[in-house]
């Protein structure tokens, strides 16, 4: 993480996410519909878990008679209430404490609860998002008004055109009705198109906003974080949850405000036609409703379980993977091949569970459409009969009775027109009743995923910059005072008092599991120790701000990464200024230059995916080029020559003492040629120092290091013989 943490400040040069023509297009439309500045967060804040934690707290649960506040009454003073103007400034009142607590709470609770109904809590963390493409939302809004505006004219264009040709045909009635309907259609093409155009989107701009936030969240994240999660897991979320999440910000909102607005307005002119079929036609909308709540519910919680099972096996997935060499090593194949298919086959069953579900929504709300079909046929045609035997009546009786005409036309019979108007509007319904199921198994996916996701953005990074962080110039002077460390309260470090001068070299040494890495983890805070317990040139290591501490620090840790990138890349990481002379000399310093310039495209080599392309020291070699480039005011090295042979580590410690002259050196080795010229050596036992001196000075203990000296003197001797 601490290497990614310098990769991270390059993401946006390295990976920009639109570029040329459609680039532009983008960029275009997002200044129509909205965008946000690229230093603010969505909300314009740095927090995600902020605005939907802190911003909006449910104010719902302070108590009832806080709002009365009659005990204020007695205090001698009065509240200046904060009240707002529509200019920049404040405007303060002098009023009595109770009236102006109540009124601010009773505008807080107002508050709360227009925003629970218009937003559920499980939603809430969108809301900045939403918020930054507000006009482009308001402008599909628009679209969506227009487009059901106009298609509702379709049936009642084709009823009048029913009653108007029922009295006779002819070419001009056909034509005018033909262009009619031609011209609606085509008009409620366009505005769908516009539609679907802005909303699916700003749906794929919230993505790469939310992916961006996400990962930049990710990156921040401790590394104690990493050690609790799995990646397989992780990249799930960042894949296939935020998929989801966007169905659930594009189709899903497309889909139901065209559903919402259609509905009422077709309501509405039915209504207007027969206000008893009408009622006949919706009889079956709350046995609809129960069942649109019970499968919600339903599929929300096996959508959970999918995404689960999901993570499990991305995580076995990327492990194989990661692990190829291992498992061939093993003879694993066959068996890590019946665990992905049991994990798979769990998967598929959770799954055909949910379809299976799904299976049952869309026909039981088609079964309620046909019955609501079966009503309006059976009764609309009844009436409409009737209305031919009215219109009959009329004929016989109106040129004596204008008075009975009258009077029968408006005896709530339907005309032929009508019933075709009414029909339509009811085949049309069919679809958006439809949808209405897939838009409930969108919803409950992408509210799954969203919560899955706000996990992560809801996870506070462990390490961060105190208050009082600054950026300071860093000599090198290290001091460990009286520290004691412990991980999940077992004891790592006691009481160690180390003072390391700037500019000189340290060894530590020890057995497997005394604290050593831990130690050194402790100067570029991956983890943190007790305030005031770790000094860097007399200064509290929280007084420095993680930039500045970091970036004056050469870290080598004991698993060498590399990114799937050219060796130039991996060397030059976090120095984007470097230029190939610098590249090359640090290369050089780590005696991995010559190797380097024997491959075929030299500098430019792709190593492959961790380095697997590269052996174990050419990979740590290249990863001591890479903290030398940095040209680092403290050099740490965890191990880092243990896969080179000793004739190429002879060089690279002398490389290093000329490189690193005047500059603050820390080795950790179990080897004591690599520690034996170091200025000083420490050894740790058991989370203690029990040794410290130079190499001449420990021999003469008989300690811990002496042994470790006599038993690897004995082993170079066999080795000879």
Known sequence: MFLADCRVNNFAKRHRPVSGVSGRRLYWRVGILGGRDSNTNCDGTPDFGEYSCGKHADTSLIPGWLGNADFLKNYPFQVRAREETSGPALRYTDEPPAAALGRTLASCLLKSHLLECMFPKKLRPLLPYLKRYRWGYAFGTACVLLTNGIWILFPLVLGKAADDLHEGVTRHKLLVYAGILLAIAVTKGIFQFLTRWVVIGISRDIEFDLRNDLFGRLEGLSYSYYQRNRTGDIMARATNDLNAVRMLLGPAIMYSANTLVYTVGALAFMISISPKLTLYTFLPLPAVSIIIQTFGRRIHERFERIQAMFSDISARAQENFSGARLIRAYVQEDAEIRAFERENKEYIRRSLKLVRLMGMLWPTLELMLGCAVVLVLWLGGREVIAGNSTVKLVSNLGAGHPGITTTLLLAGTMSVGQFVSFSTYMMQLTWPVIALGWVINIFQRGTASLIRINDIMQEKPEIQDAPEAQDHEIRGEIEFRGLNFSYDGKPVLSDV???????????????????????VDLIPRIYDAEPGMVLIDGRPVRDYSLASLRKNIGFVPQ???LFSDRIRENIALGVDSAVDSEVRNSAEAA?????????????????????????????????IARALIRNPRILILDDALSSVDTQTEDKILNHLRDVMQGRTTIFISHRVSTVRNA??????????????????????????????????????????V
Do not use: W
């Open 559 to 561: 698993e060498t990464f």
């Open 497 to 519: 008092n180390l003072r390391i001068p700037a500019g000189s070299s340290l060894a530590i040494v020890g057995p497997t599991g005394s604290g050593k890495t831990t130690l």
């Open 591 to 623: 005696n991995i230059a010559t190797d380097i310039e024997s491959f075929p495209e030299s500098y430019d080599t792709m190593v492959g995916e961790r380095g697997i392309t590269l052996s174990g020291g050419q990979k740590q070699r290249t990863a």
């Open 679 to 720: 200025d000083r050596i420490a050894v740790l036992h058991g989370g203690r120092i029990v040794e410290l001196g130079t190499h001449d000075e420990l021999l003469v203990l008989n300690g811990y290091y002496s042994d470790l000296y006599n038993k690897q003197l004995l082993e170079e001797e066999l080795a000879e």
